[in-house]
C-alpha cells in the first residue's frame, strides 16, 4: 500500500537556524498538506498546496515559512530562522479529496 | 465549519465494543463525518467516512442517525493496539480542504 514518506525522522537545530523538512506524497495524490503538533498539544494545519501552489494557509504559516515542490515527487517545508516555539513533530499529508488525507509518519523538530 | 464535541477519555478492555460518540449540531448539508486514529509520535490515520447512515470497512463502523448531528464510531472487540486518540472531524468534501483537529478522545483499552 502507498505511503507518505518523511525525511529526518528527527531534526536538532540551533533557534535562528534554517531547516528544510521533506516529504514524498502518495504519487497519485493531487493535494499537499503540512501539520504540526506541538507536544501535548492539537494537530494545526499549516498550509495546503495544489497546482504548484499554495491554496490555504494557517496564521501560523506566516512570512517564516515556505513550501515548495521542487520535482515530480517531493514536497518541501522551509523554516527560516527557527524559533523555540518551531519545536513540533511537522506531518505532511496528502491527498485528492478533502477529508481523507495521509499522513507520513512526522519529522520530530527540536529548535535548542 | 462545524465544530465537534467529543468525550476526552474512555476506557474498555480487550475484545469489548467500543463506541465513541461525536456531537455536531450545527453541520452543514455539504459536511461529511471522518474519524481519524493517531498513535503516539505517529501521524493521524484515516479510518473511515460517512454522510449518513452506516457506514461498515474492515475496522470499524460508523453509525450517522437521520439529522445527522451526531455520529458514533464503534470499533468491535477492541484490542490493546487500538489504544491511541480518535479524532472526530466535519467537513466541506471539496478537495484541498484543511483538516481541524480537536482534542479527540482518547482511549485506553486494558488487558
Redo the contacts between chains.
Keep these: 500500500e502507498p505511503e507518505?514518506t518523511q525525511t529526518p525522522s528527527h531534526q536538532v537545530t540551533q533557534m535562528g537556524q534554517e531547516v528544510i523538512l521533506r516529504c514524498v506524497p502518495i504519487s497519485n495524490h493531487?493535494?499537499f498538506?503540512w501539520?504540526r503538533q506541538i507536544l501535548g498539544q492539537?494537530?494545526?494545519?499549516l498550509v495546503?498546496f495544489?497546482n504548484n501552489e499554495i491554496?490555504?494557509k494557517?496564521e501560523i504559516f506566516d512570512d517564516q515559512f515556505s513550501v515548495e515542490r521542487p520535482d515530480g515527487s517531493n514536497f518541501t517545508l522551509k523554516i527560516r530562522s527557527t524559533k523555540l516555539e518551531d519545536s513540533a513533530?511537522y506531518?505532511c499529508?496528502s491527498?485528492?479529496?478533502?477529508?481523507?488525507?495521509?499522513?507520513?509518519?512526522?519529522t520530530?523538530l527540536l529548535v535548542l | 465549519l462545524a465544530k465537534t464535541t467529543q468525550p476526552i477519555s474512555m476506557d474498555s478492555y480487550e475484545g469489548q465494543e467500543v463506541n465513541i460518540t461525536c456531537s455536531h449540531n450545527n453541520i452543514a448539508t455539504n459536511d461529511?463525518i471522518?474519524w481519524y486514529q493517531?498513535f503516539p509520535?505517529?501521524?493521524?490515520?484515516?479510518i473511515i467516512?460517512g454522510y449518513k447512515t452506516k457506514v461498515t470497512n474492515e475496522v470499524a463502523s460508523l453509525f450517522i442517525p437521520a439529522d445527522r448531528k451526531s455520529s458514533t464510531l464503534s470499533l468491535p472487540r477492541v484490542s490493546l493496539s487500538d489504544t491511541a486518540v480518535y479524532?472526530c472531524?466535519v467537513?466541506?468534501?471539496?478537495?484541498?480542504?484543511?483538516?481541524?483537529?480537536?482534542?479527540?478522545t482518547r482511549l485506553m483499552v486494558k488487558p
Design positions: 507518505v493531487l493535494y498538506y501539520y492539537k494537530v494545526e494545519f495546503s495544489y491554496s490555504e494557517s513533530m506531518f499529508a491527498g485528492n479529496f478533502g477529508q481523507t488525507q495521509y499522513f507520513g509518519p512526522g520530530r | 461529511y471522518t493517531q509520535s505517529q501521524g493521524p490515520r484515516f467516512q479524532y472531524l467537513g466541506d468534501f471539496n478537495a484541498g480542504n484543511m483538516l481541524t483537529f480537536g482534542g479527540g
